[in-house]
């Protein structure tokens, strides 16, 4: 049942500082981005939280840059559509560009941010397996320790739950520069407007062959031993079975974890051997 | 569309107006629809109102124990069963379905109790506990042993029909379940009168069916029962026998509250409490000779009525008449029967028991031809219905039978032939469906509604009086093109008064593709009586000397038309519309999705009174089609749908459906208005066979809807094979 609005609170820091202050002297506050996964959650009824603050408006959350050493650093706040405007987006992280293109339609695009999606800590975010396959590290801030780095492989630590503190801010995410061929690939329920089913991002002719999944497990999986294993020469089939050991799925109301398994499968054959 | 003005009082205007009829005037509800000036359900505020919430079971079924409100009662109206006036019965076919559960529960989501508060957050946060005790619920329509109606369509002689046959195929043919998703919810405002009566407005489709059910319910007199449509957002048959049931929720509450009372529910209760298409299993076992006769057509038709009749009678007959397709065979028995299952009620959808028949049939076509190494055209081609011929009623078949013209035409500008080869082992596929839908109530239904329509002459033209509904496919300007043509007015001079039942007569349920064939027709008959009491007067002005001037006829059953309910033999529908769909399919190697890369649908609908809105309904029909083919799939877990939400009943977004190729056709019949026959049901009845046999010329012999990619994982051959296709 829809959540009344009416008990509903909300604060509105102007500045980072300020957000990181009311977290610590005013929390709990539940941190409010692009809100499409917010409002869903009001609208189902199983949103918890009764008290908000809006992090929208905060620039120092903003803006995409280049880093020194050919890194890429991106703002949690940033939109969809600025990253799949983003030049140096499309330079530097290709597979980031297709991820963002198919989360929700164009509306989503346009309010849906990166920090909103890593935060959320569903296994089916969309942009999970392109920072997991990346080797991004999120960049978290609290008004009590400053800084604080994760990588991104250790943020999520299960289904919706993630290293992130009740006093802290996703502030960036750093992704250092990725050499070789990036490739991604969305199985949803439908064209648009769709959850995934299985979502894929992989990275091959680096230095060592990157590959991460969601949807197949309770957080995304960055396969290591499948990498290990295609690194070191085995073969197609030897890496799917592999590959099937490091994915749980499960059935659900929208696919089936046989379905899941062996789509997972062709699509690691279909990134590795191509047509 | 500029039209000649003609001065209302000019008494002999030199120019007769262009005829409206065949033409894309504007749509009469346009301008407000898209200025967002109509007012639905959920627009509405009365003085006073409050909002009403029903509370509903959790359980399939159950007794029902104790029922304890856990919150403060003050500023709450709370009703059940116990405050039912009359009856407590919703009056449709049968009387089984309890408006409020009054001891027991036989399906999830049966409204128990009613709440109502004027505060809307309040009323929401009410708790009620309830305690049952559990039964052990039949939720598989083939476990059920309860029917609630069974009936067979016998026509020559099965086994000499088989004893003919060089090959006799049979194969069994799944449909699943379909939400409507209509863009408003349903929703109803009751308001209690002075005189004891009772008001209701909301979204719906048959503003007599909600009077009907209402009057036993509230044991008033039909007088002092008031419906009135609001502007309704989509219905596709969800709106038909459901609004009964809210409205009289809604009735209760205002008459204890002695308050308006609104309820509109979110789609997640829409979708998880109303209505939904009966899920099907057909099989079928024909004889055919070796060079594609049909010889004999034996099917066995099982629909899952859901927990209570509703219409599941009706919707069986029409899917039973369908079940051998629009196809000549001499000998055909085709058997029925609708189970007793303890979920939702299904009820009527788009197509009513067609599309589901339809689809077995056209499956099993293309089986019988891949069994014949025949080409489905030719095997089509060999059988499909001509002039002369006799369906499985034995209804012979008129000059406006155009099953041919249909597949001739589609095969034609798709290049099917051609495709056919060149797709083979490519991982797509084309197929094609060839299909029919009768317009009208099945059989003696029209003569039992006796529907009748009125036009009023008025001061500024005619206003057209019927208790059709005007639901976004065009009703209002549709009617109001056949009487302009039929009084020699100009389009603008046609308007339509809103559907009342205090306003309107009875004509009949907006439903069964029959309100321009069947409804048109009878206006068309009042606006001729109408000229002929005008004395050579223009409406305006015989409204303006001797005021205005009410003309009202009653249907007329075409005299040919002969049916007979016990035997089911004879004229099943006045007339039928004709449609071949062609679908192209693309088959993902790794993922198993099966994308609709062009559709191409050529429908012969008699005469396209307004050729947009024909459009219009093609298109949609087609997508719905696509959507329950590829991806519309209700996941009901313990009898109760466990998706029930927009994120994961995934119906086609524009992504997912295809460009579409759109050829109308028209083979006037005799009845109708201009010959029409009806549209808005037939465009639903050939996607999923076409999509289907586009699946299995792609290589997945698939036998069951929704083709989800889950289900052509499982029909691909094996793990390398479904590989090496790419
Ligand atoms: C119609 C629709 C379609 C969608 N389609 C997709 C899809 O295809 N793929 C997909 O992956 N997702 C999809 N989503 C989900 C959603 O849009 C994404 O997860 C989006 O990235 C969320 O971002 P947001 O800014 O809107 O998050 P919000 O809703 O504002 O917040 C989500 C969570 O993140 C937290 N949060 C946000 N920013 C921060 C921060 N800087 N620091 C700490 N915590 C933070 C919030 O507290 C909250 O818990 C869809 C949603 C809708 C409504």
Known sequence: MKTALGDLELRQPRTLDEALAMLRDDGPLLPLAGCTDVYVQLEFGVMPARRFMDVSRLRELRGIERMDGGGLRIGAGATYTEIVRAPLVAQRLPMLVAASREVGGVQIQNRGTLGGNVANASPAGDSLPVLAAADAVVVLRSAADGERRVPFTAFHTGYRASVLRPDELIVAFEIPPVEGEQWFRKVGTRAAQAISKVVFAGVKGGPRPRIAIGSVAPTVVRAFRTEEALASGASI??????????????????????????VAANLLRRWWVGQ | ??????????????????????????????????????????????????????????????????????????????????????????????????????????????????LAHEDRDT???????????????????????????????????????????DLVLEGEYRTGSQEHVYIETNGMIAVPEPDGGITLMGSLQCPYYVHKAIKPLMDLPGDRVRIVQAETGGGFGGKEEYP????????????????????????????????????????????????GRLTAMEVDVVMDGGAYVTLSPVVLSRGCIHAAGAYRCDHVRITGRAMRTDTPPNGAFR??????????????????????????????????????????????????????????????????????????????????????????????????????????????????????????????????????????????????????????????????????????KILQNCAAEMISRLGGLTPMEYARRHGPLVVSQDYVPPGDVKWDDDTYKGEAYAHYGWGCNVAEVEIDPDTFEARCTAFTAVEDVGKAIHPVLVRGQIEGGSAQGIGWALNERVVLVEGAMANATLTNYTIPTTLDTPPM???????????????????????????????VNAIRHAGLDVREIPATPEVLMAAAPSEEAACASS
């Open chain 2, 123 to 165: 009323l929401m946060a009410a708790k009620v506990e309830i305690d049952y005790e559990i039964l052990p619920p039949v939720l598989d329509m083939l476990a059920s042993t309860e029917a609630l109606k069974r009936l067979s369509i016998d026509k020559g002689d099965l086994e000499a029909g088989f004893a003919e046959a």
């Open chain 2, 351 to 520: 197509g009513f028991g067609a599309p589901q028949t339809l689809f077995a049939v056209e499956a099993h076509m293309d089986r019988i031809a891949e069994a014949l190494g025949m080409d489905p055209v030719e095997l089509r081609e060999r059988n499909a219905l001509r002039p002369g011929d006799t369906t499985a009623t034995g209804q012979e078949m008129q000059e406006d039978c155009a099953a041919l013209d249909v597949l001739r035409e589609a095969v034609e500008r798709t290049d099917f032939h051609r495709k056919r080869e060149e797709y083979r082992g490519t991982g797509r596929g084309i197929g094609l469906s060839l299909f029919f839908h009768g317009s009208g109530f099945t059989g003696s239904g029209e003569v039992r509604l006796a529907s009748r329509a009125a036009l009023e002459a008025t001061e500024t033209g005619v206003r057209i009086l019927v208790g059709s509904s005007e639901i976004g496919q065009g009703t209002r300007t549709m009617h109001a093109q056949i009487v302009a043509d039929a009084m020699g007015l100009p389009y603008e001079q046609v308007e339509t008064a809103l559907p009342d039942t205090a306003k309107v007569p009875d004509s009949g349920p907006t439903v069964a593709s029959r309100t321009c064939m069947v409804v048109g």
């Open chain 2, 661 to 691: 190729d759109i050829v109308i056709m028209e083979r006037p019949g005799k009845h109708g208005p201009h010959g029409a026959k009806g549209v808005g049901e037939m465009p639903i009845d050939g996607p999923a066979p076409a999509v």
């Open chain 2, 244 to 291: 009964s049931l809210i409205a009289g929720h809604a009735a209760l509450l205002a008459r204890k509250s002695g308050r308006p009372v609104k309820i509109v529910y979110d789609r997640g209760e829409d979708m998880w409490a109303t209505t939904k298409r009966h899920p099907a299993i057909v099989r079928h076992r024909t004889g055919v000779t070796r060079d």
């Open chain 1, 237 to 262: 089939e030897e890496a799917q079975q592999v590959f099937g050991e490091e994915i749980r799925p499960i059935d659900d109301i929208r696919s089936t974890a046989e379905y899941r398994r062996r």
């Open chain 2, 1 to 114: 569309m500029p039209q000649p003005a003609v001065a209302a009082d000019d008494p002999s205007p030199s120019i007769p107006p262009t005829p409206a009829v065949g033409r894309s005037v504007p749509r009469k509800d346009a301008a407000e629809k898209v200025s967002g000036e109509a007012k639905y359900v959920d627009d509405l505020t009365l003085p006073g109102m409050l909002w009403g919430r029903t509370v509903r079971s959790t359980v399939p079924r159950a007794r029902i124990k104790a029922v304890r409100l856990c919150f403060d009662t003050a500023g709450f109206t709370v009703v059940d069963h116990t405050d039912i006036p009359g009856r407590n019965v919703v009056a449709l076919i049968e009387e089984d379905q309890p408006f409020l559960a009054a001891g027991e529960v036989r399906h999830i989501a049966e409204p128990i109790l009613l």
